[in-house]
């Protein structure tokens, strides 16, 4: 692994702070845990001039409960998500899903914000300068075309964050920080399909908090497939928000990570609302999950293992908490 370059090293004590300075530094980059970021500099896959680092803003490190929203900063620990009481009670699925984020040296430091804007990752990208090198790179960085998809001209890097589906199937929204204010959007809004300008951030807009309806009548879960047990990103991992009242389902969302360049929500779930969870919705729901996939050749694994393990997934998660809710 390749030493880290020299750059400057910039603390600011507000987020207004920190947009001012990446203003002025258009070449910086924002880092919080760095457990995404330093490791991507040090492989000469991202070119910084500047670290802002937002370890000393106390406004992006509170978690706030209201009466119907939690409003989680950018700068909270996945640890400490995983282990709010909140989260674990009323958003299981953002604390599985935060939980099973690498492991716990990295949870410690990794932050939320940096998890929801993690890079995009491929089999061709993530790799050291030499075998990049070696293997005539990819136009995410420094080549021509996608390895992937040789006749693309996008890029098929994967987005592989475990929180962003969870919060997606949970109706969450994010705060924005830019040089014109604070503006609000949905979650998906956050990102696009593209492996290569996958976020929908302006220059220097800074991720400030995610607010997340707080419902009791809605269960949740996220769960991943991955090559380990541990530290691995996810081959597919998939969240599911259900809603069960009198015996029929009343609401149901599911969101993908690891099949696409952006985290994904399933659309056409509303044919199963107002019936009872059976084979035919099941079906129906494997059938959405398989349209919603866009899995590509971006790991070592086979494309189609990929795909069949996010329907199982849907199906699997959406008949538990329909059990659970009974």
């Given at each position: 692994?390749?030493?880290?370059?020299?750059?400057?090293?910039?603390?600011?004590?507000?987020?207004?702070?920190?947009?001012?300075?990446?203003?002025?530094?258009?070449?910086?980059?924002?880092?919080?845990?760095?457990?995404?970021?330093?490791?991507?500099?040090?492989?000469?896959?991202?070119?910084?001039?500047?670290?802002?680092?937002?370890?000393?803003?106390?406004?992006?490190?509170?978690?706030?409960?209201?009466?119907?929203?939690?409003?989680?900063?950018?700068?909270?620990?996945?640890?400490?998500?995983?282990?709010?009481?909140?989260?674990?009670?009323?958003?299981?699925?953002?604390?599985?899903?935060?939980?099973?984020?690498?492991?716990?040296?990295?949870?410690?430091?990794?932050?939320?914000?940096?998890?929801?804007?993690?890079?995009?990752?491929?089999?061709?990208?993530?790799?050291?300068?030499?075998?990049?090198?070696?293997?005539?790179?990819?136009?995410?960085?420094?080549?021509?075309?996608?390895?992937?998809?040789?006749?693309?001209?996008?890029?098929?890097?994967?987005?592989?964050?475990?929180?962003?589906?969870?919060?997606?199937?949970?109706?969450?929204?994010?705060?924005?920080?830019?040089?014109?204010?604070?503006?609000?959007?949905?979650l998906p809004e956050l990102y696009r399909d593209d492996g290569m300008k996958w976020?929908?951030?302006?220059?220097?807009?800074?991720?400030?908090?995610?607010?997340?309806?707080?419902?009791?009548?809605?269960?949740?879960?996220?769960?991943?497939?991955?090559?380990?047990?541990?530290?691995?990103?996810?081959?597919?991992?998939?969240?599911v928000a259900l809603r069960r009242e009198k015996g029929v389902l009343t609401g149901?969302?599911?969101?993908c990570t690891g099949v696409a360049s952006q985290p994904l929500a399933i659309d056409?779930?509303?044919?199963?609302?107002?019936?009872?969870?059976?084979?035919?919705?099941?079906?129906?729901?494997?059938?959405?999950?398989?349209?919603?996939?866009?899995?590509?050749?971006?790991?070592?694994?086979?494309?189609?293992?990929?795909?069949?393990?996010?329907?199982?997934?849907?199906?699997?998660?959406?008949?538990?908490?329909?059990?659970?809710?009974?």
């Amino acid at each position: 692994m390749n030493s880290l370059p020299e750059f400057n090293y910039l603390r600011p004590a507000t987020a207004a702070d920190a947009v001012r300075m990446h203003a002025a530094n258009p070449a910086s980059h924002y880092i919080a845990g760095g457990t995404d970021l330093m490791p991507n500099i040090r492989r000469g896959l991202v070119t910084i001039g500047a670290a802002i680092d937002l370890g000393a803003i106390t406004e992006l490190a509170d978690i706030v409960e209201q009466a119907d929203t939690l409003r989680i900063g950018s700068g909270v620990t996945l640890a400490r998500i995983a282990a709010h009481p909140a989260v674990q009670a009323r958003l299981p699925a953002i604390a599985q899903g935060a939980l099973s984020v690498a492991g716990p040296t990295h949870r410690a430091g990794a932050t939320l914000g940096g998890n929801l804007c993690l890079d995009t990752r491929c089999n061709y990208y993530n790799q050291s300068e030499a075998w990049r090198a070696g293997n005539n790179y990819c136009m995410k960085r420094d080549g021509e075309g996608c390895r992937v998809a040789k006749k693309s001209k996008r890029c098929y890097a994967a987005f592989c964050g475990d929180v962003a589906p969870a919060l997606i199937a949970l109706g969450a929204e994010v705060e924005i920080l830019g040089a014109e204010g604070v503006r609000r959007q949905t979650l998906p809004e956050l990102y696009r399909d593209d492996g290569m300008k996958w976020l929908t951030l302006a220059s220097g807009e800074l991720l400030l908090a995610v607010r997340v309806p707080l419902d009791d009548a809605w269960v949740s879960a996220y769960e991943k497939v991955r090559m380990r047990g541990a530290i691995d990103f996810p081959l597919a991992g998939v969240a599911v928000a259900l809603r069960r009242e009198k015996g029929v389902l009343t609401g149901l969302r599911i969101a993908c990570t690891g099949v696409a360049s952006q985290p994904l929500a399933i659309d056409g779930l509303d044919a199963v609302l107002g019936k009872p969870l059976d084979d035919a919705s099941l079906a129906l729901i494997s059938e959405q999950a398989d349209l919603a996939n866009r899995s590509m050749k971006t790991t070592l694994v086979d494309v189609l293992y990929r795909r069949g393990v996010s329907l199982v997934l849907a199906k699997r998660l959406t008949q538990r908490l329909w059990d659970a809710a009974a």
